[in-house]
């Protein structure tokens, strides 16, 4: 079963615009954690949000955590093509010791 | 730093046979995660690893997939037989003991199953 859902699932943009993602949890959660993941490779760790976090920057990314709301958002400003790629939000549970759960994704696409 | 490797990258297999993949986890990572995705899909675990020990095999269908770890580092993966539903991108990972929030991940290897 899912915990995180993405919105949208689908997204395409212009170079230099933003992107904004979405995620919806159901549970609890210890921390939030947003991935990249590029056509044929692995996933890549972009960021960690802490429950007791309301937002982070790293460069161009920002995360935003709203607990009351259960949801999350991923900001990429100033897209570049590079950026094209597929983001997950996955969660880790106060009850499952160690357990990370991953969304089904959103799959950006940057124009150049 | 080496990264998490993986092989192969690509695998085709005709249903009933056996397949096995290969992880090398990144030095100095007690824990170690065998995932598979669907496409369009997010990871799903299917075991996770402390050292030698699986910790979690809860979604491991084990009428058909084995798993081992030997010696705690590398690991491998194994299908037999596979079935057309097993087409999937099988990916590794690993992290430190207690950091599941910071997982690295391998390449993967893709599996057509015919």
């Known amino acids: 079963s899912q915990q995180g859902e993405e919105d949208p699932q689908a997204l395409s943009i212009q170079e230099g615009e933003n992107a904004t993602m979405n995620c919806s949890y159901k549970?609890?959660?210890?921390?939030l954690q947003w991935y990249r993941q590029n056509s044929g490779r692995g996933l890549v760790h972009l960021i960690l949000?802490?429950?007791?976090?309301r937002e982070k920057h790293s460069g161009r990314l920002r995360v935003t955590l709203d607990t009351s709301k259960k949801s999350s958002s991923l900001l990429i400003t100033a897209s570049r093509a590079a950026d094209t790629a597929s983001y997950f939000c996955?969660?880790?549970?106060?009850?499952?010791?160690?357990?990370?759960?991953f969304g089904p994704g959103t799959s950006l696409s940057v124009i150049p | 730093e080496a990264g998490v490797v993986q092989s192969p990258r690509y695998k085709i297999i005709e249903k009933k046979q056996p397949v096995a993949f290969w992880c090398n986890p990144i030095?100095?990572?007690?824990?170690l995660y065998w995932y598979r995705q669907n496409l369009g899909q997010g990871p799903e675990l299917l075991i996770r690893?402390?050292?030698?020990?699986?910790?979690?095999d809860s979604q491991l269908p084990k009428d058909r997939f084995s798993a081992e770890r030997l010696k705690g580092v590398d690991s491998t993966l194994k299908i037999q037989p596979a079935e057309l539903g097993d087409s999937a991108v099988y990916l590794c990972?690993?992290?430190?003991?207690?950091?599941?929030?910071?997982?690295?991940f391998g390449p993967g290897t893709r599996l057509t199953v015919t």
């Open positions: 030095s100095g990572h007690n824990t």
């Open positions: 996955a969660t880790d549970l106060p009850t499952s010791y160690d357990k990370v759960i």
């Open positions: 690893y402390e050292n030698e020990e699986a910790v979690d």
């Open positions: 549970t609890s959660i210890n921390n």
């Open positions: 949000i802490r429950s007791n976090e």
């Open positions: 990972a690993s992290s430190r003991l207690g950091r599941a929030y910071e997982q690295y």
